[in-house]
């Protein structure tokens, strides 16, 4: 047991002062020069799930190329080439041990580019004011050190109870009943984050007895591109509730309104399609 | 018999100074203390009953207009906990009652806006952020980001 013992301390001893290692091992130089997965199989398996590891597919970087867009859009979705992003673009190039992340301020590398201000919307969140950062949310199991799915809003379930509507009446004698509703969310930024390709939509319908849609208000938030404005933020800001009145509500046999909260991951209007919508609230009031 | 009926004025006045001092301070907040609450994840509705004038001058971001009369404001039923923006002077039980009978928990911004205000806390004139639908032209802008939709402006 003892001489066992002792041949192990010895090779430790050489390895450290030496530097050699014996057959089965590999050298510093070797292990920057390997695959991070090879080593690092769990990290690397959940993060090719992700969007960001996509994030300059074929289908993106086709499109890319017939609407001739700049060349730094590449900057954020593949910035090392590739499909998407990898693990040196936010990790860094090394060498081990890699520095712990600074997180927010990697990921506004990207995420505060043009069409976007994520992380610059967390700095004024409650979520920022509680010491929490993206990960909190987007990193599931962050503890693991393993999970890197970086989950958003494409996971189902991701957007549960993330934004909420109010529902109130108000009898103007002049005006006649107005919906006075209030739109807030919980996200750590403003909603949508992301681009400027998605829009969170509120929609005020007017239903007649047999339910039967009798008239519909709609409203987007987003980014909005005005002709002589340029662009324009009208998202939904994090811990600030957005108001909206709308009056006019009886006509058309109405007899009940309802409000719905959509999230659409595409920036047009309502009319077109959008597979993966998803609904963020509904309720219902009767008008007096 | 004498002594009972003491006993019973006695049990009474303290009822009355009971149901007196509830009035006047349950669910009374202050203005520090309900920044705080609006700045977490589940803030409590905020409803302005100063009048539409006091409003659009300026109130606390996100409280909606009720109005002045609480027979004339009809509230959704999915209750929680409500904090009034009085102005000076307004008692608050007809807005207690009235929200109390659709599952609310109603407390009052001590001192009101002029409390809010003299705290230094941010207020909005809700005309300025208010949004309605159609009245705002916009473009989409053709772009990768938006799956190539074409430009179109919204009126």
């Not at chain 1, 066992?4 to 090779?11: A, D, H, P, Y």
Request: net charge neutral.
């Amino acid at each position: 047991m003892f001489q066992r013992r002792l041949i192990r301390w010895l090779w430790l001893v050489t390895v450290l002062t030496t530097g050699n290692v014996t057959a089965g091992q590999i050298t510093a130089e070797e292990k920057e020069n390997q695959p991070c997965a090879e080593c690092h199989a769990g990290i690397a398996e959940s993060f090719a799930g992700t969007r960001m590891a996509i994030a300059a597919s074929e289908r993106f970087r086709r499109q890319w190329q017939d609407r001739e867009s700049p060349d730094y859009c590449m900057n954020c979705h593949a910035p090392s080439g590739g499909e998407g992003l990898v693990c040196a673009d936010c990790h860094g190039p090394g060498p081990h041990p890699y520095a712990k992340l600074d997180v927010p301020e990697v990921c506004a590398r990207c995420h505060d580019a043009p069409g976007e201000n994520t992380v610059r919307q967390f700095r004024q969140s409650p979520a920022a004011r509680k010491g929490m950062n993206c990960l909190d949310c987007h990193l599931p199991d962050k503890k693991s050190g393993v999970d890197h799915r970086f989950e958003g809003p494409s996971v189902s379930g991701f957007l549960d109870n993330v934004a909420k509507l109010r529902l109130n009446m108000r009898l103007d004698e002049s005006r006649g009943p107005t919906a006075v509703i209030q739109v807030s969310h919980r996200a750590g930024h403003a909603l949508p984050g992301g681009t400027t390709g998605r829009a969170v939509w509120s929609v005020v319908k007017g239903l007649k007895a047999d339910s039967a849609v009798a008239w519909t208000m709609s409203k987007r938030f987003g980014w909005e591109h005005h002709p002589v404005q340029g662009w324009l933020d009208r998202t939904l800001k994090p811990g600030r509730a957005a108001v909206l009145e709308l009056d006019g509500l009886a006509r058309g046999d109405t007899v009940r309104i309802r409000a719905e909260l959509k999230y659409r991951f595409r920036a047009g209007p309502l009319d077109r399609e959008d597979p993966r919508e998803v609904g963020l609230d509904a309720v219902e009031l009767g008008l007096p | 018999m004498r002594c009972l009926a003491l006993w019973l004025l006695a049990l009474l006045s303290l009822i009355r100074v009971a149901a007196a001092s509830e009035t006047a301070g349950l669910g009374s907040i202050d203005a520090l203390a309900l920044f705080r609450w609006l700045d977490t994840p589940d803030p409590p509705l905020l409803l302005d009953v100063r009048g539409r004038k006091a409003y659009l001058s300026g109130s606390v971001p996100g409280a909606l207009d009720a109005g002045k009369d609480p027979a004339g404001f009809l509230p959704d039923s999915r209750g929680g906990d409500v904090v009034l923006i009085l102005a000076e002077g307004v008692e608050p039980e007809p807005w207690r009652e009235r929200l109390a009978d659709f599952g609310y928990r109603v407390h009052i911004l001590a001192g009101g806006m002029g409390a809010w205000r003299a705290a230094g806390f941010t207020v909005e004139k809700p005309a300025e952020g208010f949004v309605q639908p159609g009245t705002v032209p916009f473009l989409i802008p053709r772009g990768i980001c938006e799956l190539n939709e074409p430009a179109e402006v919204y009126d």
